[in-house]
């Protein structure tokens, strides 16, 4: 128990091609790609913030 073997990482990409389909696969591989893509940049901190936020926290 513990690491996944070729025929374990086979079956399951067999499993979540049946269920979800050829075509919707892209569309949440993208869906997760933004996601991890927005933790990134949220974890970073407020290094970027949008202009718009600077400019109501100048006026306060």
Avoid: C, H, Y
């Avoid at 690491?3 to 374990?8: A, I, K, L, P, V």
């Avoid at 990134?40 to 936020?53: F, L, T, V």
């Amino acid at each position: 128990m513990g690491r996944f073997g070729m025929t374990e990482i086979i079956v399951i990409l067999v499993i979540v091609l049946l269920l979800f389909g050829g075509k919707k696969i892209p569309e949440l591989m993208k869906g997760l790609g933004t996601g991890i893509k927005e933790f990134k940049d949220a974890s970073k901190g407020e290094e970027k913030q949008p202009a718009n936020s600077k400019k109501e926290e100048e006026s306060k």
